[in-house]
């Protein structure tokens, strides 16, 4: 099965940008539909982005839609989270999560694989 790390958060100011990455390893990430999702504090995880394992699929929750984009590169067992024109409200840890199918989901409980997260601030 596959352990999942993310890297790359940080504090930024709004309209800012960062990249966040997520590396994999101990699975067969080609076959795996990654996401991402966040949770700020007193809020639930919600869904942020996902992308099929060939990368052609990619989905995005409304509220980062046109700002964020979510790619994948196979040959580096690697997912990335590119976040553009950053808003207070992006603020959150984000979390990598990865399943086997062949439908994307939004729901973290469809997910079983999952990073232990990494911190995004943005200041106003």
């Known amino acids: 099965q596959v352990q999942l790390v993310e890297s790359g958060g940080g504090l930024v100011q709004a309209g800012g940008s960062l990249r966040l990455s997520c590396a994999a390893s101990?699975?067969?990430?080609?076959?795996?539909?990654m996401g991402w999702f966040r949770q700020a504090p007193g809020k639930e995880r919600e869904f942020v982005a996902t992308?099929?394992?060939?990368?052609?699929?990619?989905y995005y929750a409304d509220s980062v839609k046109g700002r964020f984009t979510i790619s994948r590169d196979n040959a580096k067992n690697t997912v990335y989270l590119q976040m553009n024109s950053l808003k207070p409200e992006d603020t959150a840890a984000y979390y990598c999560?990865?399943?086997?199918?062949?439908?994307?989901?939004?729901?973290?409980?469809?997910?079983?694989?999952w990073g232990q997260g990494t911190q995004v601030t943005v200041s106003s």
């Open positions: 999560a990865g399943r086997i199918g062949t439908i994307y989901s939004t729901l973290p409980r469809d997910y079983a694989y």
């Open positions: 101990g699975g067969t990430f080609s076959r795996y539909i």
């Open positions: 992308i099929s394992w060939s990368g052609g699929r990619p």
